[in-house]
């Protein structure tokens, strides 16, 4: 059995301005996503400033997505008995599935601004999106959040016991197991295949596989949300990666169908 590695959830104290491990996860997050994407950026010809607005546009459409999500997917009754719940963001609670619709509308936004088309740019940024995962997941295991289900075997090597659960068993440190599945290897996979021109809505179809999968699979490990499966044997995260999982590999269908290029040697005129 592994031993948690405490860590203080305040990683920098001023006097009163205290910054968080969560927040500096966002951070991290969204200047790897920047840093990702200005290379990319290089090959299609975009300036710098479409690069920041994308970058900024997509950090608005996480942050309050992500929170909009979370409050109305898992904490609808929290709300309910304290609405002003919904603004302590520094609480943690943020959702993966409200971030995502949260993003793809604010691109529409910034394809209003430059005159892109919608999945030219969804394309374009979902190889970027899985470090800001894996960092995220990062966050949630330095805050002993989201954990694992109960390990039956005390001896398990990945086991260990998270300071925040009140029944103190020996769960799977399902934050690392996500940080691994839907960051770094998802990271890998989409990166080297939007290296090269991909028919539009592949990449982003990639990504809904990609995820879709992992989050399935290693939902099997986390302790689902409020204790309770949503249906049956499935948790609520489980049952939202099912449309995303569909609606990817219909996507990647119709991409090759179509066999629309934005940029390289087989751009459509």
Same mark, same amino acid.
């Given at each position: ?8 959830? +305040? %990683? ?8 968080? *491990? ?6 991290l997050?969204?200047?790897?996503? *920047?840093?990702?994407?200005t290379?990319r ?9 479409? +690069?920041s ?5 997509? %950090?608005?459409g ?8 979370? +409050?109305? #997917?898992y ?8 609405p002003? *719940?919904?603004f ?5 609670g943020?959702?993966?599935h ?7 509308? /604010? ?8 005159s ?9 940024? %979902?190889?970027c999106?899985?470090?800001g995962?894996? @960092?995220?997941?990062?966050?949630? #295991? ?5 954990y ?7 001896n398990?090597a990945?086991?260990? &016991?998270f300071?925040t ?5 020996v ?9 691994l599945?839907e960051g770094?290897?998802?990271f890998?996979?989409?990166w @080297? ?7 539009r809505? /592949? ?10 999968? /992992? ?6 490990f ?8 949503f ?7 489980? @049952? ?19 066999? &629309? ?5 087989l751009k459509?005129?």
């Open positions: 059995m592994l031993t948690y590695p405490t860590i203080d959830p +305040v %990683a920098i104290s001023l006097g009163p301005l205290q910054v968080h *491990w969560y927040g500096l996860m966002y951070l997050a969204f200047l790897c996503a *920047w840093g990702l994407a290379y950026s290089k090959q299609r010809g975009w300036t710098p400033e479409m +690069v607005d994308l970058i900024f546009y997509g %950090a608005l996480v942050v309050l997505g992500g929170r909009l999500g979370y +409050v109305f #997917f904490g609808f009754d929290q709300f309910l008995a304290n002003l *719940w919904l302590q963001v520094w609480t943690g943020m959702s993966f409200g971030g995502f619709l949260g993003v793809m509308f /604010a691109m529409l936004l910034w394809c209003k601004k430059y892109m088309t919608w999945f030219q740019t969804l394309d374009f940024i %979902a190889p999106v899985p470090t995962l894996m @960092f995220g997941r990062i966050g949630n #295991f330095i805050g002993g959040e989201l694992g289900r109960q390990v039956t075997d005390p398990f990945l086991g260990m &016991i300071p659960d009140p029944l103190q068993l769960r799977h440190p399902s934050q690392l197991y996500q940080a599945c770094l290897i998802l890998l996979v989409l @080297f295949f939007s290296m090269k021109p991909r028919p809505f /592949a990449v982003s179809a990639l990504f809904l596989i990609g995820y879709g999968i /992992a989050r399935f699979v290693v939902e099997f986390r302790e689902p949300d409020n204790g309770q499966l249906i049956g044997w499935m948790s609520k995260g489980q @049952f939202l990666t099912v449309p995303m999982i569909l609606i990817g590999m219909w996507m990647m269908w119709y991409a090759y169908q179509k066999k &629309i290029y934005d940029w390289g040697p459509n005129s």
